[in-house]
């Protein structure tokens, strides 16, 4: 059982910038896609941005730009560095990883991934 612990959220202002880190006990470079998704409270989770195991990235329109994923396999790490913050990215963020998804991976959607963090609190105020 992989598990994954998220780690650099926190309150900033509106304009801000935070990086989200999700060290994970596995190997994350066997992971074919690995994620970040956000829920804000009295929504659905929300997938932020996916990153697959060729490297290819996919963002949710609402943070193009602004946010960037990556990882570093050396470090079994999953990163997350969102700028230009807006209220409306108040949330819980959760990294996520799935072994074996690959052609959906672009699709950000969470009922494919089964591997989840705790989760950390991001607070944007304006």
């Known amino acids: 059982q992989v598990h994954s612990v998220e780690s650099g959220g926190g309150s900033v202002q509106a304009g801000g910038s935070l990086r989200l880190s999700c060290a994970a006990s596995?190997?994350?470079?066997?992971?074919?896609?690995m994620g970040w998704f956000r829920q804000a409270p009295g929504k659905e989770r929300e997938g932020v941005a996916t990153?697959?195991?060729?490297?290819?990235?996919s963002y949710a329109d609402s943070v193009k730009g602004r946010f960037t994923i990556s990882k570093d396999n050396a470090k079994n790490t999953l990163y997350l560095q969102m700028n230009s913050l807006k209220p409306e990215d108040t949330g819980i963020y959760y990294c996520?990883?799935?072994?074996?998804?690959?052609?959906?991976?672009?699709?950000?959607?969470?009922?494919?991934?089964?591997?989840w963090g705790q989760g950390t609190q991001v607070t944007v105020s304006s």
């Open positions: 996520a990883a799935a072994g074996s998804l690959f052609y959906l991976c672009p699709n950000r959607r969470a009922t494919d991934f089964g591997t």
């Open positions: 596995g190997d994350t470079h066997s992971w074919y896609c």
């Open positions: 990153i697959r195991v060729d490297g290819s990235t």
